[in-house]
């Protein structure tokens, strides 16, 4: 059964700082692209960040450029989302999804429909 785990949402002040884990099991990792994504209420599901399994290429949303990183540890089949200097437009159910390969190299984070499995979602509440 195919399984991703995301993990780490909270309450965090505006300018502070979390990192979500996704965990991912039922797959062959290194085949698949892992992505970050977010849901605002009343808002459409965005791409946040991706990386290929193999290579750790990375693509991000140009209004994540700097501030959110991604990283992955593959001994563990989990993938991170380090998010800093975080902003109340930031609150969100964060997703994470993966997407089939082939090779794991490469991802790219254009829309949802790119990906095949989805988590639950955690939530991310930055207070101002």
């Known amino acids: 059964e195919v399984q991703l785990q995301a993990s780490g949402g909270g309450l965090v002040q505006a300018g502070g700082s979390l990192r979500l884990s996704c965990a991912a099991s039922?797959?062959?990792?290194?085949?698949?692209?892992i992505g970050w994504f977010r849901q605002a209420p009343g808002k459409e599901r965005e791409g946040v960040l991706c990386?290929?399994?193999?290579?750790?290429?990375?693509h991000h949303t140009d209004s994540m450029k700097g501030r959110f990183t991604i990283s992955s540890d593959n001994a563990k089949n989990t993938v991170y989302l380090q998010m800093n200097s975080l902003k109340p437009e930031d609150t969100a159910v964060y997703y994470c999804?993966?997407?089939?390969?082939?090779?794991?190299?490469?991802?790219?984070?254009?829309?949802?429909?790119?990906?095949?499995?989805w988590g639950q979602g955690t939530l991310v509440t930055v207070s101002s």
């Open positions: 990386i290929g399994s193999n290579d750790g290429s990375t």
């Open positions: 999804a993966a997407r089939y390969t082939f090779d794991g190299y490469g991802c790219s984070i254009t829309g949802p429909y790119e990906y095949d499995y």
């Open positions: 039922g797959f062959s990792f290194d085949e698949y692209a």
